[in-house]
């Protein structure tokens, strides 16, 4: 098993995906956030249920880097109740884990 996981969150439009992968790719936060423009979704919320077009974000992070991701997420989720959930990565090709963890590390702070 390696420390990388995908997290999964659901979110009501494009725009609001767009905002959320690029704070968490910016914050090196994630390495990468896929945006699956149309998901439909049928759920249960408040005791009535819901049939939902939705859009996916898939985010390639690490599990040293969830806190920080799962509370950027709820700070620009248009939800109430934001929908996070990480799955481990069991295997994955060694060149992309490693590429992963540079994306993740703190950006180097140029030498003076």
Known sequence: MTDSIIVFTTIDTERAALRIAGSLVERRQAACVNIIKSV??????????????????????????????????????????????????????????????????PAEKPSS
């Open 40 to 105: 439909r979704s049928i759920y249960r919320w408040k005791e009535k249920i819901h049939d939902d077009e939705e859009v996916l974000l898939l985010i390639k992070t690490q599990r040293s880097s969830f806190e920080d991701a799962r509370k950027t997420i709820q700070e620009l989720h248009t939800y109430d109740l934001a929908d996070i959930i990480a799955v481990p990565v069991e295997l994955a090709d060694a060149r992309v884990l490693e590429w992963m963890a540079g994306c993740l590390r």
